[in-house]
């Protein structure tokens, strides 16, 4: 049901998805970079998962609504004494079967590449010895990197929202890369490796052109 409903608001919205690299491990965390506040419906789009968010974009308008359709569980960033916790309660939902996604930049970014990968949540993936999947989005339009899709701090979101809906479509990459197991390293190695490998399929990639 949420792939079906992620994939109609995407073609309503006019989000065209290309896809590359490998296939998503079912049961995996994903960690990808973040430009959008479209990342966590094009995901979900493409795999089922439940996604940790930051707690402000629950009252975003119409993204709130959206993200909280497609399962996100916000947390508040910054409180040091629920990061045990928060990590504890990732840890058992990977434990559980599925996947869960997260954006380690902890904000959106417009860049080559991304920000520091803050490696917290990376242990939950060690404490419950679940494959570590990164996820790299690329929103291109006329050859380049499409900065108005992007949304970052300064950005008015209701007039983003419109310039995007207004338009005929909006292209996004989304590229897997190889899958590691959580015993390739430590948090902050897993941090580092991911964020690299994202780094490395920006790069590198010949995007298909869309029409």
């Not at 404490?127 to 950005?155: K, M, N």
């Amino acid at each position: 049901m949420a792939l079906w409903w992620t994939k109609n608001i995407n073609r309503i919205i006019g989000i065209r998805i290309v896809k590359y690299g490998e296939t998503p491990v079912p049961h995996a965390l994903y960690v990808a970079n973040h430009i959008s506040f479209f990342d966590i419906i094009v995901i979900s789009a493409i795999t089922p998962t439940t996604f940790i968010s930051k707690d402000a974009v629950r009252y975003w308008p119409l993204i709130g609504q959206l993200s909280s359709l497609a399962g996100v569980v916000f947390i508040k960033r910054g409180k040091r004494s629920l990061i045990a916790r928060i990590i504890e309660t990732a840890a058992a939902a990977l434990k559980s079967g599925g996947s869960l996604t997260v954006f380690p930049e902890g904000t959106t970014h417009f860049s080559n590449e991304p920000k520091k990968f803050h490696s917290g949540l990376y242990q939950a993936a060690i404490d419950s010895q679940t494959p570590v999947q990164a996820i790299a989005l690329a929103y291109i339009r006329d050859g380049g990197h499409d900065r108005t899709a992007a949304y970052i701090e300064g950005d008015n979101l209701l007039i983003t929202l419109l310039q995007i809906m207004s338009r005929p479509h909006t292209n996004v990459h989304v590229s897997f890369c190889q899958a590691i197991e959580p015993d390739f390293g430590d948090r902050i190695q897993l941090a580092q490796h991911t964020r690299q490998q994202i780094i490395d399929a920006r790069n590198t990639k010949l995007f298909v052109d869309t029409h």
